[in-house]
Nanobody, 115 residues
Framework: QVQLVESGGGLAQPGGSLRLSCATS????????MGWYRQAPGKERELVAT???????KYTDSVKGRFTISRDNAKNTVYLEMNSLKPEDTAVYYC?????????WGQGTQVIVSS
């Protein structure tokens, strides 16, 4: 069983920045496709950004140019750098790992963007 633990959430002002981290257990992290999702109150969970095991990244349109996903295979960790935050970025952010048919989720970290 793969364990994912997110951290780095919190309160930020509009225009501010936060950096989320997702520490992952297991010895084959470099083979996982990783992703960040978010779920706002009353809304469905949506994809934010993904990075394949070969470090190819994709972003949902609403965060392009503001968010950056990265990974450090030596630390078994994936990051989400969030800049120019907007109130509509407020959500619980979840880390996701995919390996073959297996999909794993973290417990989520809350991000609130408010003045």
């Amino acid at each position: 069983q793969v364990q994912l633990v997110e951290s780095g959430g919190g309160l930020a002002q509009p225009g501010g920045s936060l950096r989320l981290s997702c520490a992952t257990s297991g010895s084959i992290f470099s083979l996982y496709d990783m992703g960040w999702y978010r779920q706002a109150p009353g809304k469905e969970r949506e994809l934010v950004a993904t990075m394949t095991s070969r470090s190819r990244s994709k972003y949902t349109d609403s965060v392009k140019g503001r968010f950056t996903i990265s990974r450090d295979n030596a630390k078994n960790t994936v990051y989400l750098e969030m800049n120019s935050l907007k109130p509509e970025d407020t959500a619980v952010y979840y880390c996701n790992a995919i390996y073959g048919p297996h999909k794993y989720w973290g417990q989520g970290t809350q991000v609130i963007v408010s003045s």
